[in-house]
């Protein structure tokens, strides 16, 4: 069995969660918090003078935000992976931390197990990426992503891949009203046959109501809106 030895730092600003975060990455087999930083610049220090492989990040930071610093990472092209654990829920954070290359967003407060999911789906790809060429098969492993509803957990059918299923799900979110598979394709610059697979596997598995619109002319328009969590 390999023995995974996967370099962590810890970036917040609270010597409380910077504790109790330790404790629960310690705990995950193969992984080591070896090394914290309570700001920005004290993390970009450190990410130059000593290699981790993963960083836990919280966005609000006293000298820039966490959100501003990934950015600084990319630019900087520090070879890093991010999980994101912080409090902050805006729909427009949270698409831009997955545009700068987080590889899961964990909102606090949280709970160990799904923290040990993260660390664990994070491990997978980082067995995968020691290899110095994946086939199609490990590649479509690693774009698949575990969806927990309730407590079924299923993973995304083949040819759908995590980044723009959570795209075409934090588009919703962040309009806060319905849309067609056309909007959303022309939102995120998907084709609109794309969007509709995506909005519709969402119908699917129930995060998802659709409705149709009906207009004096023309097909009726079927449009889309997160359901609410009390809605049967």
Known sequence: MEILNIRVLIIEDDPMVIEVNTQFVNNVPGFQVCGTAKTSGEALKKLRDARYHLALLDIYLPD???VTLLREIRK?????????????????????VFRYGAVDYIIKPFKFNRLK??????????KCFQKSVLNQSE?????????????????????????????????LLKEGNN???E????????ARVTARRYLEYLESIGKVRAKFQ??????PVKRYFIKNENEN
């Open 117 to 126: 999911r993260a660390l664990e789906s994070y491990a997978d790809m980082h």
């Open 214 to 219: 009906y207009g004096s002319v023309g097909r």
């Open 64 to 66: 820039m935000d966490g």
């Open 183 to 190: 909007e959303v394709a022309g939102k995120l610059g998907l």
């Open 139 to 171: 590649l479509d492993k690693l774009t698949m992503t575990r969806i927990t509803s309730g407590r079924e957990t299923e993973t995304l059918p083949k040819g759908l891949n995590q980044v723009t299923f959570k795209q075409v799900l934090i588009c």
């Open 76 to 96: 900087k092209g520090i070879g890093i992976d991010v999980i994101m654990v912080t409090a902050a829920q805006d729909a427009e954070i949270i698409q831009n």
């Open 179 to 181: 849309l067609s598979a």
